[in-house]
């Protein structure tokens, strides 16, 4: 039995195969919904139910949507399956909606391991294949046990013969480990992309801050090398957020852009910084050293990626110190694990 979808506030109406969730079916009708993992963990796709029920086949994690919410009519569009007829509110993404998601094979150029546990990986993408991405963007890597991991793009579209990605090795991590210890150069690849809604917001001129944590430095590497590249002018704060200095992988290269740019600062925060550190700079948590800065946040506009537990902090309080709901935009490192953990 076919189902009808209507999304509001623009009126479109998509007929819906039985099980598919109401994010599939709008992307594949050519409607841009906002979204991250697609799997239930970040709440990045959440939206208000107008009218009609769902059904959650695989569950989700209760994080992402609590139960106050979820009674409040919201859901969870990655995972949320129509019973009948529905009708939700969402607004498209226009920025994506021309970008097609491909599976295209690539070659692994070079592997640097820049840091005790980073390495930087280079995929050359084949020359009669362009692929069109948004700064901030990241691609799903196929392994070779047919699963898939995501990785955040981090060079911009100005250098598109490419894909640069920054890839933390985590012990046990079956292709982190692969990464680390076996792949060769020149090896073939193959990926899908370009996934999600973590990009710039060209269209405001609210000045930004980027808070990330670890590798979630290599989507905010992306989007301000897209930016400077584009002669933004709008003031851009980087805190960068790591345990100790051996962490701060790429240090360099946002202490040089703060040379460069008038309109950019970089404050690195240590965690949790060694005596060899002889650390001079701020420590602490970095959402807390965006709040020792900023009594109000209602004028700017936050992004924030890494570790789900600093995106979920910073959400919570740079809202309740002003930022308004709508100019927060993230990119949660779930992991394979935590996407596959048992849901609500
Ligand atoms: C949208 C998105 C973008 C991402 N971009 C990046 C990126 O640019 N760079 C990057 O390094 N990671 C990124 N990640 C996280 C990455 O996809 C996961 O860490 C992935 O699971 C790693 O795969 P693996 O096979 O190496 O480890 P898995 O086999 O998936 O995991 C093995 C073990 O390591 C632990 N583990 C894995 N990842 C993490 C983590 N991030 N933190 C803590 N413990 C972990 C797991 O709990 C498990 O115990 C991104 C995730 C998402 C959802
Ligand atoms: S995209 Fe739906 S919860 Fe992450």
Not at 9 to 27: E, N
Not at 95 to 110: E, F, G, M
Not at 193 to 217: K, N, Q, V, Y
Not at 323 to 332: K, N, T, V, Y
């Amino acid at each position: 039995m076919s189902k009808q979808l209507t999304i509001q506030p623009s009126g479109q109406q998509i007929t819906m195969q039985d099980d598919q969730t109401i994010l599939d079916a709008a992307m594949a009708a050519g409607f841009n919904m906002p979204y991250g993992c697609k799997n239930g963990a970040c709440g990045a796709c959440k939206g208000q139910i107008i009218s009609g029920d769902v059904d959650y086949p695989d569950g989700y994690a209760e994080s992402a949507l609590p139960h106050m919410e979820r009674e409040r009519g919201l859901a969870l569009y990655c995972c949320a399956v129509p019973k009948g007829d529905i009708t939700v509110e969402c607004r498209e993404v226009a920025a994506t909606k021309d970008i097609q998601i491909k599976t295209l094979p690539c070659r692994v150029q070079q592997i640097d391991k820049i840091s005790h546990d980073v390495a930087v990986l280079s995929l050359k993408l084949p020359t009669t294949e362009r692929m069109q991405f948004l700064a901030g963007q990241y691609i799903d890597l196929h392994t070779k046990g047919g699963k898939k991991r995501s990785f955040s793009i981090a060079n911009a579209p100005h250098e598109s013969e490419y894909l640069q990605l920054h890839i933390r090795c985590m012990p046990g991590g079956e292709f982190s480990d692969y990464v680390w210890n076996e792949m060769k150069e020149r090896e073939i690849m193959r990926f899908t992309g370009p996934l999600g809604s973590f990009f710039l917001r060209e269209d405001s001129d609210r000045p930004i801050i980027f808070i990330a944590t670890g590798t979630g430095f290599a989507p905010i590497k992306g989007i301000l090398e897209h930016a400077f590249n584009k002669g933004i002018q709008r003031e851009m704060i980087l805190y960068w957020g790591c345990r100790s200095l051996q962490d701060l992988y790429m240090p360099q290269l946002p202490s040089d852009w703060q040379q460069q740019h008038p309109n950019f600062t970089f404050i690195p925060v240590l965690s949790d910084p060694q005596p060899e550190d002889q650390w001079q700079g701020r420590t602490g948590l970095v959402h807390e050293a965006v709040m020792d800065d900023f009594n109000n946040l209602s004028g700017w506009q936050v992004y924030a990626c890494g570790a789900p537990v600093m995106v979920e902090a910073a959400y919570t309080h740079f809202v309740s110190h002003g930022l308004p709901e709508g100019e927060f935009f993230s990119d949660a490192f779930f992991s394979s694990k935590d996407l596959g953990k048992p849901k609500a």
